[in-house]
């Protein structure tokens, strides 16, 4: 029973912590397939390959020094924070090199990234809260683990590796090669330092004095990604509201399609609106194919022809003159 609930509270949660970030990528979603993908690869490849790896490496060192002590903090500092954050990166970075016309933002890496460290979550907060919580303490235990895995230290995973996120859309958006090779590599290794900081900080400092110090740290840091998401998002409705005001003045679309597009609270009311006129799909479809064409247009403008962006501009631009007879607003 302890470890169903567990089971439940670790994935249920990182799916609602995922959920929300699907929800902050106001503009342009992302595959749910792919979302999907990258969750999985967090929760059973990443997961289940750190716990073998960090378990071998630290079983290595304390052999090596001849301590426990030294075992167990060089697999938290060190060990976990750099196998970790690489085995999650991979998900990400699949997806930078086989869906590349998926990745069209910075925001774009922040969710991909913060999905699959969500998975990876769901399958350590799940053995973290049973296995420290509720076999040690029974269910006030697991209520005690809860608390700290879910709500003090929820978002620790996907903020570390949103930063090897953030460098793949730069060098995903970038001419210079200087960029496209350094800023992964940068990234990768701010979200381990991140990572490592924060596993050394949980190992020095003991009790509620430590707790509340690491807590606070922690959420200066999400404090400080959820403002690069919100200037994210701005961006993002900036080259919206460029690229479809041409789109106006050509005829493909009303000035009100455009009013819809740009805002985010008139596209939810327009999608549930949509759900009673039976245009549902033709909306859903419609707003996703606005976002896809301005962001397609701000890296034609950047990029050039990269990918054959004219040839995907140009069948969006037709996709969406076709879809906006349908789409009331």
């Not at 690489?86 to 774009?108: H, N, P, Q, T, Y």
């Not at 269910?139 to 903020?159: C, E, Y």
């Amino acid at each position: 029973m302890g470890l169903a609930a567990s089971a439940f509270i670790g994935i249920f949660t990182a799916l609602l912590f995922a959920y929300i970030l699907y929800w902050l990528d106001r503009y342009e979603k992302e595959p749910l397939l792919l979302l999907g993908g990258v969750f999985i690869w967090g929760a059973v490849v990443a997961a289940g390959s750190a716990f073998i790896i960090n378990t071998v490496l630290g079983i290595g060192v304390m052999i090596f020094t001849g301590s426990d002590m030294a075992g167990e903090f060089a697999t938290a500092s060190i060990i976990a924070p750099l196998v970790e954050e690489s085995l999650k990166g991979m998900a990400v970075l699949i997806v930078f090199l086989v869906f590349r016309r998926e990745f069209d933002s910075v925001l774009d890496g922040i969710i991909y990234a913060g999905v699959a460290a969500l998975g990876f979550a769901a399958t350590e907060n799940t053995y973290y809260i049973y296995a420290y919580g509720y076999q040690e303490s029974g269910w006030a235990g697991l209520g005690i683990l809860t608390f700290i895995r879910v709500i003090l230290v929820g978002w620790q995973h996907p903020f570390y590796t949103a930063f090897f996120g953030i460098g793949l859309a730069m060098a995903r958006l970038n001419k210079n090669w200087f960029v496209k090779v350094g800023a992964p590599i940068l990234g990768l290794g701010v979200a381990m330092f991140t990572h490592a900081f924060h596993n050394t900080m949980a190992t020095l400092l003991s009790g509620l004095l430590g707790l509340a110090i690491g807590a606070l740290v922690d959420w200066t840091g999400w404090l400080f990604m959820f403002i690069i998401i919100i200037w994210a998002t701005r961006h993002e409705k900036k080259y919206l509201t460029r690229y479809l005001s041409a789109e106006v003045q050509a005829g493909t679309i009303t000035p009100a399609h455009l009013r819809t597009a740009s805002s985010a609270w008139r596209q939810m009311f327009a999608r549930i609106a949509s759900i009673f006129n039976g245009k549902f799909v033709k909306t859903m479809k419609f707003y996703q194919i606005c976002g896809e064409y301005a962001h397609k247009r701000q890296q034609y403008a950047t990029l050039g022809d990269e990918s054959g962006n004219l040839s995907i501009i140009q069948n969006l631009r037709k996709q969406m003159a076709e879809l906006a007879p349908f789409v009331q607003v």
